[in-house]
């Protein structure tokens, strides 16, 4: 198995324009995260879809943050408008709900706003 | 809520001498834990995870851990620090429903 699948790997962009990452989970896994990662504020957990349906949102920062996941392979966390603050690390992890074990995580899109 | 606290955001050790990493959990069920660790530049990566079966939890490079409900504990350790140790290491506890909790990270420095 690839593992779980991040792109980009490095995003770089100018302050407001829009940014999506994209993960592709772990083939027969059916819960995914999104975490950010800062210096500050170490490791955050963004949202959670169990089954592709969202069940907790309480981490994303603000309404700039959406996350979506149309189907069980597939997820995508957007930023829009970006802010220089939003410069961080956002890894995926994805992990099957039936055997509460470990999450897998992805390489990790490094994205920088200036 | 569940919650993590890990003592010391940095620890530095000698080669070959004992690494004690420390972790303590809050949970309203008992929960499932687990040790991850960080190369720079990378994902995380499992070295060991504790689900309710043996307390003492053998994982990756030498690593172990002993779960203490008692003190509410998941400390890592390994006999015999190596370079290749020299990582940042995340515990993490997870509840019902998959949510997995990270504490704040502690780097490991290895000195030769």
Redesign the interface.
């Known amino acids: 198995d690839a593992g779980?699948i991040q792109s980009p790997r490095h995003e770089v962009t100018e302050m407001g324009q829009e940014v999506t990452l994209r993960c592709k989970p772990i083939s027969g896994h059916n819960?995914l995260?999104w975490?950010r990662q800062t210096m500050m504020r170490?490791?955050e957990?963004l949202i959670?879809f169990?089954n592709n349906v969202p069940?907790?949102d309480s981490g994303m920062p603000e309404d700039r943050f959406s996350a979506k996941m149309p189907n069980a392979s597939f997820s995508t966390l957007k930023i829009q408008p970006s802010e220089p603050r939003d410069s961080a690390v956002y890894?995926c992890?994805s992990?099957r709900?039936d055997r509460?074990?470990?999450?897998?995580?992805?390489?990790?899109t490094r994205l920088t706003v200036v | 809520a569940q919650s993590v606290t890990q003592l010391g955001s940095h620890v530095s050790v000698s080669e070959g001498a004992l690494v004690l990493l420390r972790c303590n959990y809050s949970s309203s069920v008992p929960p499932y834990l687990f040790w991850y660790v960080q190369y720079p530049n990378q994902g995380l990566q499992l070295l060991l995870k504790y689900t309710s079966a043996a307390t003492l939890v053998k994982g990756i490079n030498g690593f172990e851990a002993e779960f203490k409900k008692s003190e509410t504990s998941f400390h890592l350790t390994k006999p015999s620090a190596h370079m290749s140790d020299a990582a940042e290491y995340f515990c993490a506890v997870a509840e019902y429903g998959n949510k997995l909790v990270f504490g704040a990270g502690t780097i490991l420095r290895v000195k030769s």
């Open positions: 779980v819960s995260f975490y170490g490791l957990l959670y169990n069940i907790d890894f992890a992990t709900l509460r074990t470990e999450a897998f995580f992805g390489q990790g």
